[in-house]
C-alpha cells in the first residue's frame, strides 16, 4: 500500500472508514485518542494507524 492508498482526508471521510459520527472522531483526536495531523483547519489521518487504533487486543 503506497502512503496515498494510506491517507484519508478529513473527518467525514474517517468516520465513514471507522463507522463513527464525525463527532466522535472530532473528539477522540482532540483528545489524542486517534493520530491525526493537523494542517490548518484540515485533518489527515492513515487508515493503517485509525486500524490500529480500533483494533481489539488479543485474547
Not at 491517507?7 to 463507522?19: E, L, Q
Amino acid at each position: 500500500m503506497t502512503l496515498a492508498d494510506d491517507m484519508i482526508s478529513g473527518a467525514k471521510d474517517a468516520a465513514r472508514y471507522t463507522g463513527l459520527s464525525v463527532r466522535e472522531i472530532y473528539t477522540l483526536a482532540d483528545k489524542g485518542r486517534v493520530p491525526v495531523v493537523r494542517k490548518g483547519r484540515r485533518l489527515y489521518f492513515r487508515k493503517s494507524e485509525l486500524d490500529r487504533a480500533f483494533a481489539s487486543p488479543a485474547a
